[in-house]
Protein backbone atom coordinates (compact mmCIF):
# COMPACT_ATOMS: atom_id res chain seq x y z
CA UNK A 1 0.00 0.00 0.00
CA UNK A 2 1.10 3.25 -0.76
CA UNK A 3 1.84 5.93 2.00
CA UNK A 4 2.74 9.16 2.23
CA UNK A 5 3.44 10.47 6.03
CA UNK A 6 4.87 14.22 5.91
CA UNK A 7 6.20 16.15 9.35
CA UNK A 8 8.64 18.92 10.31
CA UNK A 9 5.79 21.80 10.40
CA UNK A 10 5.47 24.46 12.33
CA UNK A 11 5.30 28.03 13.20
CA UNK A 12 8.34 30.67 12.24
CA UNK A 13 8.75 34.57 11.61
CA UNK A 14 9.01 35.72 8.26
CA UNK A 15 12.71 35.13 6.51
CA UNK A 16 13.36 32.00 8.83
CA UNK A 17 13.38 28.41 7.43
CA UNK A 18 12.07 25.27 7.98
CA UNK A 19 12.54 21.49 6.47
CA UNK A 20 9.68 19.41 5.36
CA UNK A 21 10.07 15.48 5.50
CA UNK A 22 8.12 12.85 3.68
CA UNK A 23 8.65 9.32 4.49
CA UNK A 24 7.05 7.87 0.83
CA UNK A 25 6.83 4.02 1.11
CA UNK A 26 5.10 1.08 -0.74
CA UNK A 27 5.93 1.69 -4.35
CA UNK A 28 9.19 1.01 -6.28
CA UNK A 29 11.58 3.60 -7.11
CA UNK A 30 11.39 4.88 -10.90
CA UNK A 31 7.70 4.19 -11.01
CA UNK A 32 6.50 7.56 -9.05
CA UNK A 33 6.76 10.71 -8.47
CA UNK A 34 6.70 12.69 -5.03
CA UNK A 35 5.40 16.56 -4.97
CA UNK A 36 4.78 18.46 -2.68
CA UNK A 37 1.74 20.78 -2.36
CA UNK A 38 0.30 23.36 -0.15
CA UNK A 39 -2.94 24.80 0.02
CA UNK A 40 -4.29 27.83 2.53
CA UNK A 41 -7.54 28.64 3.54
CA UNK A 42 -9.82 30.21 0.72
CA UNK A 43 -7.10 29.79 -1.53
CA UNK A 44 -6.51 27.37 -4.56
CA UNK A 45 -3.93 24.02 -3.75
CA UNK A 46 -0.60 25.01 -5.42
CA UNK A 47 2.33 22.67 -6.44
CA UNK A 48 5.36 23.81 -4.47
CA UNK A 49 7.58 21.37 -6.30
CA UNK A 50 8.41 17.67 -7.91
CA UNK A 51 10.78 15.50 -8.48
CA UNK A 52 9.54 13.61 -10.99
CA UNK A 53 10.00 9.05 -11.61
CA UNK A 54 12.55 10.52 -14.22
CA UNK A 55 14.20 12.62 -11.13
CA UNK A 56 13.44 15.57 -13.01
CA UNK A 57 12.86 18.55 -10.72
CA UNK A 58 10.51 21.10 -10.95
CA UNK A 59 9.42 24.23 -8.72
CA UNK A 60 6.84 26.86 -8.54
CA UNK A 61 7.98 30.30 -9.64
CA UNK A 62 7.10 31.55 -6.42
CA UNK A 63 9.08 29.31 -4.28
CA UNK A 64 12.37 28.91 -7.11
CA UNK A 65 15.27 30.10 -5.16
CA UNK A 66 14.04 29.55 -1.73
CA UNK A 67 13.10 26.17 -1.32
CA UNK A 68 14.82 22.89 -2.56
CA UNK A 69 13.12 19.61 -3.14
CA UNK A 70 15.89 16.42 -2.20
CA UNK A 71 15.35 12.49 -1.84
CA UNK A 72 17.14 9.72 0.28
CA UNK A 73 15.97 6.63 -1.41
CA UNK A 74 17.88 4.67 1.03
CA UNK A 75 15.36 6.00 3.79
CA UNK A 76 12.40 6.28 1.42
CA UNK A 77 12.39 9.98 2.08
CA UNK A 78 11.66 13.10 0.24
CA UNK A 79 12.64 16.53 2.15
CA UNK A 80 11.41 20.51 1.02
CA UNK A 81 13.98 22.59 2.40
CA UNK A 82 12.44 26.00 2.90
CA UNK A 83 14.35 29.46 3.26
CA UNK A 84 13.28 32.83 3.23
CA UNK A 85 9.76 32.30 4.59
CA UNK A 86 7.18 34.48 3.66
CA UNK A 87 3.91 34.97 4.69
CA UNK A 88 2.32 34.07 1.78
CA UNK A 89 4.10 30.61 2.59
CA UNK A 90 1.57 30.04 5.06
CA UNK A 91 -0.26 26.64 4.23
CA UNK A 92 -1.04 22.89 4.86
CA UNK A 93 1.59 21.19 3.17
CA UNK A 94 1.23 17.78 1.34
CA UNK A 95 3.16 15.06 0.08
CA UNK A 96 1.99 13.13 -3.05
CA UNK A 97 3.24 10.18 -4.24
CA UNK A 98 2.11 10.23 -8.12
CA UNK A 99 2.20 7.58 -9.99
CA UNK A 100 1.29 6.52 -13.42
CA UNK A 101 -2.54 4.93 -12.16
CA UNK A 102 -3.15 7.39 -9.08
CA UNK A 103 -1.82 9.85 -6.87
CA UNK A 104 -1.37 8.99 -3.12
CA UNK A 105 -2.04 12.07 -0.43
CA UNK A 106 -0.79 12.45 2.89
CA UNK A 107 -2.89 14.10 5.78
CA UNK A 108 -0.59 17.44 5.41
CA UNK A 109 1.27 19.29 8.18
CA UNK A 110 0.49 23.27 8.53
CA UNK A 111 3.25 25.57 7.93
CA UNK A 112 2.86 28.91 9.38
CA UNK A 113 4.85 32.19 9.03
CA UNK A 114 4.59 35.24 11.03
CA UNK A 115 5.58 38.83 10.20
Known amino acids: QVQAVESGGGSVQAGGSLKLSCVAS????????VAWHRQDIGKERELVAR???????SYANSVKGRFIISEDNAKNTVYLQMNSLKTEDTAVYYCVVECVSMNYWGQGTQVTVSS
Open 26 to 33: GYIIGSCG
Open 51 to 57: ISRFDTI
